[in-house]
């Protein structure tokens, strides 16, 4: 038997079909994970970042409702979504800060199991923003646990639920997605 789509599935279809104006009732059920998510990447920002969490999930938001009809079928397919617009975001935030400064800090980070490493001020960030879209592009499981462990930062046991496999397999398709990174990304910087 199928399981009964829940809340967010069932706003995310009225989306799909052109009501906008769920977006009111959408929100409330996921602003604060979506802000804690938020605060995870920008806890590595200078405390001088002119971003903050709210204002990373309010253009998050911003950019949704830009989208006449969000084609996500349910709740896994809007968070990945959220985290790669969040993603985008920050990317073009550290294009925007890389070209005012024409180069900035090119000190290499090493790559961790935990992806501490992820510094969206940095521009490595724009590397492994190339390197997740050629993943992707690989092999599209592997892009959305990486997007759900290190963006979103759900535990292997949510990212197995989400996903409907196993931790084991979450663990098992993380470990290689890393090295395959790690390799792209020690490779030198993607073409962009």
């Known amino acids: 038997m199928a399981e009964e789509p829940g809340e967010i599935t069932i706003l995310l279809r009225k989306w799909g079909e052109g009501n906008t104006q769920v977006v009111d009732q959408l ?18 920002e200078r405390s001088d970042a002119t ?4 204002g990373l999930v309010n253009e998050l938001f911003i950019r949704l409702l830009r989208e006449r009809k969000l ?8 968070y990945v979504f959220a985290a790669r617009t969040m993603r985008r975001i920050l990317v073009d935030a550290a294009r925007a800060r890389i070209a005012s400064k024409r180069g900035g800090d090119n000190t290499p980070i090493p ?16 590397d492994l923003d190339r390197a997740l879209d050629s993943l992707a592009t ?6 959305k646990i990486v997007e759900l462990r290190i963006f979103l ?3 292997a046991d949510e990212t197995g639920d ?8 979450v663990d098992r398709e993380m470990r290689y ?8 990304l020690q490779a030198g910087p993607a073409p962009a």
Do not use: M
Request: hydrophobic share 40%.
């Open 162 to 169: 989400l996903l409907g496999i196993s931790k084991s397999t």
């Open 153 to 155: 930062g759900c535990t």
């Open 27 to 44: 929100a409330p059920l996921v602003y604060d994970h979506l802000r804690k998510v938020a605060a995870g990447y920008l806890n590595r």
């Open 111 to 126: 790559l961790s199991p935990e992806l501490a490493w992820v510094d969206p001020r940095q521009p490595e960030f724009l």
């Open 177 to 184: 997605s890393l090295a395959w990174l790690y390799d792209r």
């Open 138 to 143: 690989d092999n599209a499981l592997k892009a």
């Open 71 to 78: 084609d996500l079928e349910n709740r896994v397919h809007f």
């Open 51 to 54: 971003l903050q969490a709210t």
